[in-house]
């Protein structure tokens, strides 16, 4: 196993330059790096301290136990139908909640629509997959039809409602996760 790699790539995905690690870790930027670059080995207590400030422990680091799920199958989709609103909510990757965007997939009946939202942080792209939909943003209203997308930041209330005759389907992903 190579630690330094590893310690890199767990310092990326949270977000931290080196500098803010080894401020966390109460190190020197110049320590990280060459932990990172294999050229420094840290001691026990040194590795369970910039650990902690990653997110995780010695248990876990040195598991070679199970990789990130990264393709998901139609077994794995979560369903929720919502008859007052005429929708259903399909959530295609389990957990996304946890991640930093969730993406659905939305079936809006005739007359239907998703839960209105309050303006957020983040970003929102939809990709009409079937039908037409209205984007409803504040007091503005666009529409988008199959083979169209939409993006937009979230920060008045926004909602879709159907805008056909027939079912609309929307893939929709949100960031960070608000669904």
């Known amino acids: 196993m190579n630690i330094g790699e590893k310690i890199k790539r767990l310092r990326i995905r949270n977000g931290l330059t080196q500098e803010e690690l080894a401020n966390r870790s109460e190190l020197t930027k110049g320590f990280i790096s060459q932990i990172e670059r294999d050229l420094t080995s840290p001691s026990i207590a040194t590795l369970v301290d910039i650990l902690e400030c990653l997110g995780t422990n010695l248990r876990d680091f040195f598991a070679d136990g199970v990789q ?41 009946e005739q007359g239907g629509s998703s ?14 997959l079937s039908g037409s939909v209205f984007l409803h943003l504040g007091n503005e209203k666009h529409k988008a039809k199959a083979g169209e997308c939409f993006y937009y930041k979230p920060n008045v209330v926004h909602y879709l409602s159907n805008a056909g005759k027939s079912k609309a389907s929307v893939l929709w992903v949100s960031t960070p996760p608000s669904f």
């Open 115 to 128: 839960e209105v939202e309050d303006p957020h942080e983040g970003e929102e792209f939809g990709y009409v």
């Open 68 to 108: 990130e799920k990264v393709v998901f199958t139609k077994n794995d989709v979560f369903e929720t139908d919502n008859p007052n609103l005429k929708h259903q909510v399909k959530w295609i990757v389990p957990n996304a909640q946890k991640n930093m965007m969730e993406p659905i997939i939305i079936h809006l």
